[in-house]
């Protein structure tokens, strides 16, 4: 089932779930439990992890027992690639926290078996118990990771083709489609909907008619994000803009 929270702007919600974040990371660490959290890229979940990093440094919120599972990474690029994942996560968020390196995971870019890269992946979020809080953002393809339609329920963590709107999309940092992979290594739809809380960030009026099809087609692989309606425990995070067409 999805709920909707409406936010009145990207701060206010940045601020409810990373306080969401920062609850669950000091009752689990109370008890000697780690948090495993599932982490997106991309531009809209970068007011959460500023805000992550603020609690870090003025509420000295500890990340030492946090373990992280990123959704996807750019087939072909490495950690040294300004466009890479792994620099964006760690530029953004992981050089700013205390989380120890080595509880960091990201699928490997330039992994030349990506399939053994995919299944190893699966097994270390299996390993640490499955994730316990999965950030999402959503694309205009019904994309959650990077799961382009059409991707089934039981979809694990796998290569895929990127569809042309999303290459088109996420130009605009690249500076050239050209430049743009054609593939991503990312998580599944079932890996996904195994997390055991969802929060989807979706900011703007181009997301509204995504968020709409998202909430009120039936569950389909043409459009993955219509899968999010079978979790138990989902949550879309709005802004007004982004809920216009709910
Ligand atoms: C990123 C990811 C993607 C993005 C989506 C929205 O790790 O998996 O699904 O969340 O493409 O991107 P933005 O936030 O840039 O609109």
């Not at 743009?180 to 055991?196: D, F, K, N, S």
Request: glycine letters at 8%; charged letters at 20%.
């Amino acid at each position: 089932m999805i709920s909707t929270r409406l936010h009145p702007d990207k701060q206010t919600a940045a601020q409810a779930i990373a306080g969401e974040i920062a609850d669950l990371i000091e009752i689990r660490s109370k008890s000697g439990k780690t948090t495993v959290l599932g982490l997106a890229t991309g531009s809209t979940p970068l007011p959460l992890y500023a805000e992550l990093i603020r609690l870090h440094r003025a509420e000295k919120l500890s990340f030492r027992s946090v373990i992280t599972f990123n959704l996807d990474e750019y087939a072909g690029l490495g950690p040294s690639h300004p466009q890479s994942y792994r620099f964006f996560m760690e530029e953004n968020l992981f050089r700013h926290l205390d989380i120890p390196a080595g509880n960091i995971h990201i699928p490997d870019g330039l992994s030349k078996d990506a399939a053994k890269n995919c299944a190893d992946y699966e097994a270390a979020i299996r390993a640490v118990g499955g994730i316990d809080l999965q950030i999402l953002g959503i694309g205009r393809t019904g994309h959650i990771g990077f799961n382009e339609p059409p991707s089934a329920a039981d979809t694990r963590t796998r290569w895929v083709h990127l569809d042309e709107v999303t290459r088109r999309d996420n130009s605009v940092f690249f500076g050239d489609l050209a430049q743009v992979p054609q593939g991503a290594l990312t998580m599944g739809v079932a890996t996904i909907l195994e997390a055991r809380r969802v929060e989807l960030i979706a900011f703007g009026e181009a997301k509204a008619d995504i968020v709409h099809r998202a909430m009120k087609e039936a569950p389909s692989a043409a459009c993955p994000a219509t899968w999010l309606q079978q979790h138990p425990r989902c949550t879309f995070h709005l802004d007004a803009a982004a809920a216009k067409a709910l």
